[in-house]
């Protein structure tokens, strides 16, 4: 009999020790989550890595990053800009070696002149991986800009059949690269081609996206942007020669 009790303690304690308590677990998931932006503030890469699964991969809004080293790159692109994020979780759940967690989730980044906010609502998925949770996958949904009025540019173009817009097109991507670099990501131009037969004066335009007046006006007036402007090359200059320019809001 006394072994017998014995044998049900031992059984009792073991199963104790094994039993996860689910508070814990849930806290721990989501000091992962909090880690993993603490190192992003910083810029700190080893870090973010060491709170990522190997086949971490995160998707947003315009973005499709299969791999951390993409998401890392991206980062890296905002180095010099202060961020802070604010991390309002709403629900995390704990299942097994995997967990789930919904994120309202705000980040203002400040680059020079530039002030950015980005609001989204993002799914995580959890991996506990030797002990220890880590992020395995990002889906983030990007609500509307609240500053975003659609400001817009339109240069409507009329070029020549016989004239390639290779040229042009590499100006643009020279524009937008300075643009993303004073922390503008989501600003920029884009060339287009005007439906066959639909007008018979243009047959091209490019399109300026710049959210609002405001960061219309620090982007055109950045040395980085009127530099490029003021050296076009003379067969891209053409193009313009005979353009329609409008600014547009609510497009």
Same mark, same amino acid.
């Given at each position: 009999?006394?072994?017998?009790?014995?044998?049900?303690?031992?059984?009792?304690?073991?199963?104790?020790?094994?039993?996860?308590?689910?508070?814990?677990?849930?806290?721990?998931?989501?000091?992962?989550?909090?880690?993993?932006?603490?190192?992003?503030?910083?810029?700190?890469?080893?870090?973010?890595?060491?709170?990522?699964?190997?086949?971490?991969?995160?998707?947003?809004?315009?973005?499709?990053?299969?791999?951390?080293?993409?998401?890392?790159?991206?980062?890296?692109?905002?180095?010099?800009?202060?961020?802070?994020?604010?991390?309002?979780?709403?629900?995390?759940?704990?299942? /097994?070696?995997?967990?789930?967690? &919904? =994120?309202?989730? !705000?980040? %203002?980044?400040? $680059?020079?002149?530039?002030?950015? #906010?980005?609001?989204?609502?993002?799914?995580?998925?959890?991996?506990?991986?030797?002990?220890?949770?880590?992020?395995?996958?990002?889906?983030?949904?990007?609500?509307?800009?609240?500053?975003?009025?659609?400001?817009?540019?339109?240069?409507?173009?009329?070029?020549?059949?016989?004239?390639?817009?290779?040229?042009?097109?590499?100006?643009?991507?020279?524009?937008?690269?300075?643009?993303?670099?004073?922390?503008?990501?989501?600003? /920029?131009?884009?060339?287009?081609? &005007? =439906?066959?037969? !639909?007008? %018979?004066?243009? $047959?091209?335009?490019?399109?300026? #996206?710049?959210?609002?007046?405001?960061?219309?006006?620090?982007?055109?007036?950045?040395?980085?942007?009127?530099?490029?402007?003021?050296?076009?090359?003379?067969?891209?200059?053409?193009?313009?020669?005979?353009?329609?320019?409008?600014?547009?809001?609510?497009?």
């Amino acid at each position: 009999m006394k072994k017998i009790i014995l044998f049900v303690f031992l059984m009792a304690t073991i199963t104790a020790c094994q039993t996860v308590d689910p508070a814990l677990e849930q806290t721990a998931v989501e000091t992962t989550l909090h880690d993993f932006y603490a190192a992003m503030e910083d810029f700190n890469y080893d870090a973010m890595r060491d709170l990522c699964t190997q086949d971490f991969s995160l998707y947003e809004t315009g973005f499709d990053h299969t791999d951390l080293d993409g998401f890392v790159e991206s980062v890296k692109s905002m180095e010099g800009a202060t961020i802070n994020f604010d991390i309002d979780i709403e629900k995390t759940e704990v299942s /097994g070696n995997m967990a789930f967690s &919904v =994120v309202h989730f !705000s980040a %203002d980044i400040l $680059n020079g002149e530039a002030n950015m #906010n980005v609001e989204a609502y993002e799914n995580y998925v959890f991996k506990k991986t030797d002990n220890k949770w880590l992020l395995h996958y990002c889906h983030s949904t990007h609500l509307p800009d609240k500053n975003n009025t659609n400001f817009a540019s339109l240069h409507l173009l009329k070029v020549a059949e016989d004239l390639s817009v290779e040229g042009l097109q590499d100006a643009l991507s020279k524009f937008n690269q300075v643009i993303a670099e004073m922390g503008f990501w989501d600003c /920029g131009y884009t060339l287009m081609q &005007v =439906v066959q037969g !639909s007008n %018979d004066t243009y $047959n091209y335009f490019i399109k300026g #996206n710049w959210k609002n007046q405001q960061t219309y006006d620090i982007i055109h007036e950045s040395e980085a942007w009127k530099k490029i402007s003021d050296n076009l090359p003379e067969e891209v200059s053409k193009f313009f020669k005979n353009q329609v320019y409008l600014k547009i809001s609510d497009l």
